[in-house]
């Protein structure tokens, strides 16, 4: 873990709708998404959010663990696109 999309300090979920074309969705249809389109979890930590590019379902888990109660946006879009916003092209 620790690939990472940048952008605002609050509002990334938008943000990365706006700027990379992507869509938000529900949780199910992210971990569906996985393999197929970057599944991007941003994970808001009070004053700011994190955007992180999941690639596979032990990523995905760790993020979504049922003991983490912090609220959470789920959005796919490009793979390609979002591996190279995080330098992984």
Known sequence: M???IEG???G???????TFDGMI????????AIGTKAVIIVVD?????AAGLVLNLKEFN????P???R????????????KKEVGID
Request: proline fraction near 7%; charge should be negative; aromatic fraction near 14%.
């Open 71 to 82: 609220p959470k946006s789920f959005i796919l879009m490009d793979l390609d696109v979002a």
């Open 8 to 10: 605002p300090a609050k």
């Open 45 to 49: 930590n009070g004053p700011f959010e």
């Open 12 to 18: 990334k979920a938008q943000y990365i709708v706006d």
């Open 62 to 65: 760790a993020f979504t663990r």
């Open 25 to 32: 969705v529900s949780k199910d249809q992210a971990a569906a």
């Open 67 to 69: 003991d983490d109660y």
């Open 2 to 4: 620790g690939l990472y």
